[in-house]
């Protein structure tokens, strides 16, 4: 997977298409991920001592990877994803939109 947690995206189908959020958890095994704000679910929760109320909680679902799209941070637009080799030889991402370096 190319995205990775704190990373801002946007939605690109679905329901919620359009939606910008920050990535909250990523699961590359199923290849989904928790976005901010976006798929928001309906969890009936008993009564606990986390909550002491109980009732119906609203929190956000897992959505497939592929549906969202990182966000440039210098351009504020939709972006793919490449790798790029560094003098030190390691790999950086690098916006395919402004070519610049992503902050990891």
């Known amino acids: 997977m190319r995205i990775r947690k704190n990373d801002m995206v946007r939605v690109i189908c679905g329901n919620d298409k359009g939606k910008e959020g920050k990535i ?11 976005v901010e704000k976006v798929n928001m679910i309906k969890r009936h929760t008993r009564a606990s001592k986390d909550v002491p109320q109980g009732g ?17 941070p210098n351009t504020s637009q939709p972006t793919r994803i490449g790798k790029d080799l560094l003098a030190d030889g390691s790999r950086a991402r690098v916006s395919k939109k402004s070519g610049e370096m992503l902050n990891d």
């Open 56 to 72: 119906i909680i609203e929190k956000e679902g897992p959505i497939n990877a592929s549906n969202v799209m990182l966000v440039c």
């Open 24 to 34: 909250l958890k990523v699961f590359p095994d199923s290849n989904r991920i928790i």
